[in-house]
């Protein structure tokens, strides 16, 4: 079925130390990310990038944190602009800036999931778990705490009460692989399990994701998906400071994102980590652009041959 698509810049740059990720939403739409979802039959507005606005004085008792303030920001105002285009039976895709945007882009997911009755569930591409909270964390990174927040863990007192905490069985961190030991025990604490690439090895790609999706149908469910660049390998996605060696290949990675159109279930997405200043004329832009394809019904065998010569 075509989807009424509602792109949200979301140029968030303060989860992590290193410049870049702000041009995010510039790149996708240079990449042609609106064009190629109009050609499968969709339509797409672009309502421009949120602005965090006026930044309110916050504090936190761990001193690594940096850029609490905007973070907080960032979170409320994208949560707004989220809530805002679900409620007009849109389906937003944020276009980012780091993985702290999630923070904002889930917890407006979830106040229009609990308005409307129906379960959200997460599904996390990335190779990190996220599962910091601002009092674990060593970096000061709050891009490492997305998960944690929509989890509803303690330690987020500066940011708002997340609407809806979403339960570990409603939560899927698929292509994890680089945990910290304080980030391990806290998820088996919560009891929410991880479908490391250890896992992806022995079982494939195909198994544990399509029984993830069969929870989500079972339960009528709606459905987040959070794709992080570093989710690739960086040998084909360059384009993150964020880079684990072991990362999914091209092909399962367009493999995950069918499976995911042939479920019918997403109904939100974000696009997190692409840096621009560390991309290679535009090829993990241009990738990630048609990773959405894949999402949005773009089959393997419509691909153009391409050269990046």
């Not at 979802?37 to 309110?56: F, K």
């Not at 761990?62 to 907080?72: I, T």
């Not at 995911?260 to 696009?271: A, M, P």
């Amino acid at each position: 079925m075509p989807h009424d698509i509602t792109l949200i810049g979301a140029p968030v740059d303060e989860g992590q130390r290193r410049a870049g990720c702000l041009m995010g939403p510039a790149a996708y739409r240079v990449a042609g990310l609106a064009a190629a979802i109009t050609e499968l039959g969709h339509t797409v507005e672009d309502i421009g990038d949120v602005s965090h606005g006026p930044l309110a004085p916050v504090a936190c008792a761990n001193p690594a944190v940096h850029h609490l303030a905007e973070c907080v920001g960032w979170t409320k105002a994208l949560a707004e602009a989220g809530r805002a285009a679900m409620a007009r039976g849109r389906f937003p895709i944020f276009m980012g800036g780091d993985h702290a945007l999630s923070m904002g882009s889930v917890a407006g997911v979830a106040a229009h999931a609990a308005e409307v009755k129906r379960p959200l569930f997460v599904l996390w591409l990335d190779a990190h778990s996220d599962f910091h909270t601002p009092l674990t964390t060593t970096s000061g990174n709050l891009h490492g705490t997305p998960v944690a927040y929509l989890s509803g863990l303690p330690g987020f007192d500066a940011f708002p009460r997340f609407p809806a905490p979403v339960p570990p069985d409603r939560i899927c961190l698929y292509g994890i692989r680089s945990v910290d030991p304080a980030e391990h025990r806290a998820l088996k604490l919560q009891g929410i399990p991880v479908t490391d690439m250890r896992v992806l090895d022995e079982t494939g790609i195909v198994a544990p994701l399509r029984a993830f999706l069969d929870q989500v149908t079972q339960a009528r469910g709606m459905l987040h998906v959070s794709l992080d660049v570093d989710f690739l390998d960086p040998s084909i996605a360059p384009a993150v400071g964020t880079t684990v060696p072991g990362g999914t290949t091209f092909r399962e990675a367009h493999l995950v994102m069918e499976l995911l159109h042939e479920s019918g279930l997403v109904t939100s997405l974000d696009l997190v980590e692409l840096n621009p200043f560390l991309d290679d004329r535009g090829r993990t832009a241009r990738l990630m652009v048609d990773l959405v394809g894949s999402l949005m019904g773009r089959k393997v065998f419509d691909r153009p041959t391409r050269s990046f010569g």
